[in-house]
Every structure is written in structure tokens, then in C-alpha cells.
């Protein structure tokens, strides 16, 4: 008997759990099973000295891993089993850049009358997008535009000659939803619009727009498709305070398998030449259940296939469209600004609706100009692409961004002069000359360089002694990063786009993925400017000053322990 610790009924039943985890074996290799049977095995023994051969037995590193890993459970039952959705990759991560077809190569004729791009005239424009980085090519609606109550330009009521109208007025005796515009061409030249568009890295999103104008072929071979008035005309659609009097919504209520049936078809059609990706046009407005079955039926068909809500409602309407099937949704990020509303609304993104909701972010779109970007102009339009493309692993721009488009339609938070109504030629060349299409090229180089960028969840905000600044890191660790390293971006906004701010940027390094005990007050890590290629060694606590005109508006640094 020795003067050790009383260990006999603690290792008896130590032994009892080593026989039945040898008996189970749970997958170990059989040598470390055999190494816990061997430490357990200690007979008749009511004292144990501390020193007895068994102890080195539990301790070593094999041991204690397995028991960690794969411990006994008791009073357990399984659960029910539920089925799992994998997305591909897209369904989180892009770069997308939208465009009208119709308005690359259009023109004014010797006549004076204007002419309509073409899908071919698109195609021999898409080498400048790929250019830039962008993955993803959206194209607005492309099927025929009715006449009847036509927009004309600016949204009025009345077009004049030659006005080509909107279109998402779909439908005339040209087709519909499963046609292409005559102006614009033929599926053959769509398909290969399409292959150029796979040939230079990029996939093709279609607008799915659910709405008909009255010269739509639906509307005089379903008019139960829609909802007639007392005096007899069809309703127009509304999206207060919008009113669209040259479409007509329809109406699910009367014969919703019907409807199903001829979306379906027209769904098909559009996967059948190529489109990968759906930008559904207000999704909200049509019944939850369609959308659900719909988007089912076709994951099992083609699980490639995504669909992009474009839904400006309430919350938790945008997150139920993500519960339903919708892979990614735009949001509110257009009309975030301050820094106190960037850094709420990234938390509610990234940490509470990120099961549910897959952001996009557009600074600008067709359909929205806000006052921040006509007030702020080219340094606007240049802040607004560095937070898109690092806050959110999906970002887009509308064609026309480079050239800073940013007049608005007098009472509208829109363009004036809207494509949506016109023919739209523009001249890049002169946009290289405010720096935005370089930036755009910079930082989608950056995304691809960078998995942090890639991601949602991981988000860490420094602090900053100007208000006006907003520091953010994003990382990826190495066991989860493609590239078997330690992935951190760190990115520095001035988000005042009328003048310089300079201020302090306090670094929480443990965010970085550098030690607690890290001697913050000397040089520690190495940053890399991804839009310059300047360097610099920082510590946790940083100076910096940025200058739109000066042409720096952010700083986008890879991240480096010295």
C-alpha cells in the first residue's frame, strides 16, 4: 500500500468504459483501442500510486483524441432524417453586370431614326466585362414589347415614334415570355451570345419578369389568367407608389395550373439555350407556394439552376422567399450609408439571416438612383463598388456604371433619361478617365485573389477615431480556405465622398488571426493595398488619410503576420 491517491473505484470504472469502447471500437484504429484496453486493465486495486505504469497509458495524445472525438453516449435515439441542399458556389459568390441588349451597338440612323442593338452587337461587347472580372451577365428582359399603352420616355404615357418601349412589357404578336425580340435577333444568335459568354469565364442571368403586356398572346388565350374589372378591362399592375399601366399582372387565383404549366414551359425554354441563372422581377407579388414548387421542380431537373429574388419589401418577406428555394435576394444595401448603418445591417446579414438570406449587393440599379450617388458623384459611385465587392460575396453594377450616371428623373430616386424607355449608347472609352472601371477590374481581381472576400459570416469591425472611416476585416483559416493558408482582408472607406478624412484605425488583432499575447504596440502584421500594390507594416493602432480626389477612397489590404 502506498501513500498515493485514493483512485479505485475512479479507475475501476475507467476500466468498465475502455471495455466497452474496445468492445464498440467506433471506427479507431485498433492499435489505440488496444493502447486504452492496455491503460485500463488494473485489477483488484483499491490504491493506486500515481506513479503506476497505467497513467502514461490515459495520457498520451492518441487516447485522449479518441475519447474526445467519439465519446460514449448513453440515452440516446436518432432524430428524423431531413433532406440537404448543396449549391453550387454561384449561389453565393459573384460578380455580376448587368445590361439592355438592345442598347450595345444602338444608334441614330442617317435618317435620324434610332436603331436597335442587336444580340450580336452585344456579343462583340462582351470581351470589355469579362475584362473586368465579372462572372455573371445579366440581361434584362429580351422577349417582344407590346404596343399597346406603350411607355414612352421617362415613363410617360404616350410613346412617340420610334420609341422602343420597356421591356418588361412583355408580349406582342411576335411571342411571348418563350420569344425573342425581332430587333434583337434568333435563339441561334442568343446562343451565341451565350457560348462567347462561357468562352470568356461568365454565365448568363435572364430576367423572369411574370407579367404580360396587353398584347401578350396570354391575354387573348387566357384571359382567365387575369383579373378583369367590373367595366370589363384588365387591371394594371401596381407597386405603390408605381404604376405600370403598359403590363397586366396575373392573376393566380383562377386557374394557378395553368399558369404553373406555361411558366414552367417558358422556364425550360431559357435553360434549354443556356441561362443558368433567373433574376426574378418581384417575386413577392406572386403566390409563395408556385415559387416553391417551381423552383423544386426545377432543382431536381437542373440542380445548376439559381434564381435571384429582386424583392424590395418587408424583411421577413425577403427571408421567406429564402426559405422557399430563392438562392440569393438584392437588399437594402443601396440605402445603407452611415457608418452605424452599414455595420447594423452587415450583423443582421451576416449573423442572424445568413441561414436564410444569401445577400446581393448593387449600389445602383436600373431602377434605383439614390440621393447619396447623385449628390456624391464619381467618388460616390467609387466608395459604393469598394464596400459592394468586400462586404458581400455576391455584388453586381448596372452598364453605365463606369461613367458615374447619376442625374435623377426629377421626384424619383431613378435615372433620368431611363434606359428602361430608350435606346441607350454609351462611351466607355471615356469612362477610363474617372479611374472607375479600373477600380471595378481591381477589385474583382482581389475577390478572386481572396476567399475572405468570398464569404459572409466572418465579418470583424475595428474601431475608428473619425466616423466617416469604417474598417472592416474578413478571414478565411486555413483548414477552411482553398489554399491551405490563412486568408484576411482588411478594408479601410472613407465614406464621405466630398472630402478627405484622416483618423486612427485601432486593429483587434486576435480578428486578424495573430495571438492574444501579441505585442500590439510594434509592427506586426504586413498589409498589402490590392488596388495600389503599396505596402506598409502595421501595428494595432494606424494612421490613414483618404482623399476621393486624390483618387483614393478605401484601401483593400491582404494581410500578413510580419
Same mark, same amino acid.
Given at each position: 500500500?502506498?501513500?498515493?491517491?485514493?483512485?479505485?473505484a475512479?479507475?475501476?470504472?475507467?476500466?468498465t468504459y475502455?471495455?466497452r469502447?474496445?468492445?464498440?471500437g467506433?471506427?479507431e484504429p485498433r492499435s489505440?483501442?488496444?493502447?486504452?484496453d492496455l491503460?485500463?486493465?488494473v485489477d483488484?486495486?483499491?490504491?493506486?500510486?500515481?506513479?503506476?505504469?497505467?497513467?502514461?497509458?490515459v495520457?498520451t495524445?492518441?487516447?485522449? *483524441?479518441?475519447?474526445?472525438?467519439l465519446?460514449?453516449r448513453? =440515452?440516446?435515439s436518432? !432524430?428524423a432524417?431531413?433532406?440537404?441542399?448543396?449549391d453550387?458556389?454561384?449561389?453565393l459568390?459573384?460578380?455580376w453586370?448587368?445590361?439592355f441588349?438592345?442598347?450595345?451597338?444602338?444608334?441614330?440612323?442617317e435618317?435620324?431614326?434610332?436603331h436597335?442593338?442587336?444580340?450580336?452587337?452585344?456579343?462583340?461587347?462582351l470581351?470589355r466585362?469579362?475584362?473586368?472580372?465579372?462572372?455573371?451577365?445579366?440581361?434584362?428582359?429580351i422577349s417582344?414589347?407590346?404596343?399597346t399603352? #406603350?411607355?414612352?420616355?421617362?415613363?410617360?404615357?404616350?410613346?412617340r415614334?420610334?420609341?422602343p418601349?420597356?421591356?418588361?412589357?412583355?408580349?406582342s404578336?411576335?411571342?411571348? =415570355?418563350?420569344?425573342? &425580340?425581332?430587333?434583337?435577333?434568333t435563339f441561334?444568335?442568343?446562343d451565341a451570345?451565350?457560348? +462567347?459568354?462561357?468562352?470568356l469565364?461568365?454565365?448568363?442571368?435572364?430576367?423572369l419578369a411574370?407579367q404580360?403586356?396587353?398584347?401578350?398572346?396570354?391575354v387573348?388565350? =387566357?384571359p382567365?389568367?387575369?383579373?378583369?374589372l367590373?367595366?370589363?378591362?384588365?387591371?394594371?399592375?401596381?407597386?405603390?407608389?408605381?404604376?405600370?399601366q403598359d403590363?397586366?399582372?396575373? @392573376?393566380f387565383?383562377?386557374?394557378?395550373e395553368?399558369? /404553373?404549366q406555361?411558366?414552367?414551359?417558358?422556364?425550360?425554354?431559357?435553360?434549354? &439555350?443556356?441561362?443558368?441563372?433567373f433574376?426574378v422581377?418581384?417575386?413577392?407579388?406572386?403566390?409563395?407556394?408556385?415559387?416553391?414548387?417551381?423552383?423544386?421542380?426545377? &432543382?431536381?431537373?437542373?440542380p445548376?439552376?439559381l434564381?435571384l429574388a429582386? *424583392?424590395?419589401? #418587408?424583411?421577413?418577406?425577403m427571408?421567406?422567399?429564402g426559405?422557399?428555394g430563392? =438562392?440569393?435576394?438584392?437588399t437594402?444595401?443601396?440605402?445603407? @450609408?452611415?457608418?452605424?448603418e452599414?455595420?447594423?445591417y452587415?450583423?443582421e446579414?451576416?449573423?442572424?439571416?445568413?441561414?436564410?438570406?444569401?445577400? *446581393?449587393?448593387?449600389p445602383?440599379?436600373?431602377?434605383?438612383?439614390?440621393?447619396?450617388?447623385?449628390n456624391?458623384?464619381?467618388?460616390?459611385?467609387k466608395l459604393r463598388?469598394?464596400?459592394?465587392?468586400?462586404l458581400?460575396?455576391?455584388?453586381g453594377?448596372y452598364?453605365?456604371?463606369e461613367l458615374a450616371?447619376?442625374?435623377?428623373?426629377p421626384?424619383y430616386?431613378?435615372?433620368i433619361? @431611363?434606359?428602361?424607355?430608350? /435606346?441607350?449608347p454609351?462611351?466607355?472609352?471615356?469612362?477610363?478617365?474617372?479611374?472607375?472601371?479600373d477600380?471595378?477590374? +481591381?477589385l474583382?481581381a482581389?475577390? !478572386?485573389?481572396?476567399?475572405?472576400?468570398?464569404q459572409?459570416r466572418d465579418?470583424?469591425?475595428?474601431?475608428t477615431?473619425?466616423?466617416?472611416?469604417i474598417?472592416y476585416?474578413?478571414?478565411?483559416?486555413a483548414?477552411h480556405?482553398p489554399t491551405?493558408?490563412?486568408d484576411?482582408?482588411?478594408?479601410?472607406?472613407?465614406?464621405?465622398?466630398?472630402?478627405?478624412?484622416?483618423?486612427?484605425v485601432?486593429?483587434?488583432?486576435?480578428?486578424?488571426g495573430?495571438?492574444?499575447?501579441?505585442?500590439?504596440?510594434r509592427?506586426v502584421?504586413?498589409?498589402?493595398?490590392?488596388?495600389t500594390?503599396?505596402? /506598409?507594416?502595421?501595428s494595432?493602432?494606424n494612421?490613414?488619410?483618404?482623399?476621393?480626389f486624390?483618387?483614393?477612397?478605401a484601401?483593400?489590404?491582404?494581410?500578413?503576420?510580419?
Open positions: 500500500m502506498t501513500d498515493g491517491p485514493v483512485f479505485g475512479g479507475l475501476w470504472n475507467f476500466a475502455v471495455d469502447y474496445a468492445t464498440d467506433y471506427g489505440t483501442i488496444e493502447q486504452i491503460a485500463g486493465r483488484d486495486i483499491a490504491y493506486v500510486d500515481i506513479n503506476f505504469p497505467w497513467t502514461p497509458g495520457t495524445d492518441d487516447v485522449k *483524441a479518441a475519447l474526445e472525438r465519446p460514449l448513453d =440515452h440516446v436518432p !432524430s432524417e431531413y433532406p440537404l441542399q448543396v453550387r458556389e454561384r449561389a459568390i459573384g460578380s453586370y448587368e445590361i441588349p438592345r442598347s450595345l451597338g444602338s444608334g441614330v440612323s435618317d435620324g431614326t434610332w436597335s442593338g442587336t444580340l450580336r452587337s452585344a456579343t462583340e461587347r470581351d466585362i469579362a475584362a473586368m472580372g465579372f462572372d455573371v451577365l445579366y440581361l434584362t428582359p417582344p414589347i407590346g404596343l399603352n #406603350r411607355k414612352g420616355r421617362n415613363n410617360t404615357l404616350t410613346a415614334p420610334g420609341d418601349g420597356s421591356p418588361y412589357g412583355i408580349g404578336p411576335d411571342g411571348g =415570355h418563350d420569344a425573342i &425580340h425581332p430587333d434583337l435577333g441561334e444568335d442568343f451570345l451565350v457560348a +462567347r459568354s462561357r468562352e469565364g461568365m454565365e448568363v442571368a435572364l430576367d411574370l404580360c403586356s396587353p398584347d401578350h398572346p396570354w387573348t388565350e =387566357h382567365e389568367w387575369f383579373t378583369v367590373a367595366d370589363g378591362s384588365i387591371a394594371y399592375a401596381e407597386n405603390p407608389p408605381k404604376k405600370y403590363i397586366y399582372p396575373l @392573376n387565383d383562377n386557374d394557378p395553368g399558369i /404553373y406555361a411558366i414552367l414551359e417558358v422556364v425550360h425554354t431559357w435553360i434549354e &439555350h443556356g441561362v443558368t441563372i433574376r422581377d418581384n417575386p413577392h407579388t406572386k403566390p409563395l407556394a408556385f415559387w416553391q414548387r417551381l423552383i423544386a421542380e426545377i &432543382h431536381a431537373e437542373s445548376d439552376v434564381f429582386e *424583392a424590395f419589401t #418587408r424583411p421577413a418577406m427571408r421567406t422567399l426559405m422557399i430563392f =438562392h440569393q435576394s438584392y437594402y444595401f443601396a440605402w445603407r @450609408n452611415t457608418k452605424d452599414l455595420i447594423e452587415m450583423m446579414l451576416s449573423k442572424d439571416t445568413a441561414h436564410l438570406l444569401r445577400p *446581393a449587393f448593387w445602383t440599379t436600373h431602377d434605383i438612383l439614390t440621393p447619396f450617388m447623385t456624391g458623384k464619381v467618388p460616390a459611385f463598388a469598394v464596400l459592394a465587392a468586400t458581400s460575396p455576391t455584388w453594377i452598364s453605365g456604371y450616371e447619376s442625374t435623377p428623373r421626384g430616386e431613378e435615372q433619361d @431611363n434606359e428602361k424607355y430608350e /435606346y441607350k454609351r462611351d466607355f472609352a471615356t469612362a477610363r478617365r474617372n479611374g472607375i472601371e477600380l471595378l477590374t +481591381r474583382n482581389a475577390r !478572386s485573389s481572396h476567399p475572405a472576400l468570398r459572409l465579418i470583424y469591425f475595428h474601431p477615431s473619425d466616423d466617416q472611416i474598417a476585416s474578413k478571414r478565411v483559416d483548414f480556405s491551405g493558408k490563412d484576411v482582408v482588411l478594408t479601410v472607406v472613407n465614406l464621405d465622398p466630398h472630402g478627405a478624412r484622416a483618423g486612427e485601432y486593429l483587434n488583432l486576435e480578428a486578424l495573430l495571438p492574444g499575447w501579441v505585442d500590439a504596440s509592427p502584421v504586413k498589409v498589402t493595398d490590392e488596388l500594390g503599396d505596402t /506598409y507594416d502595421w494595432g493602432q494612421y490613414v488619410r483618404l482623399d476621393p486624390a483618387g483614393q477612397v484601401h483593400v489590404f491582404s494581410v500578413e503576420p510580419l
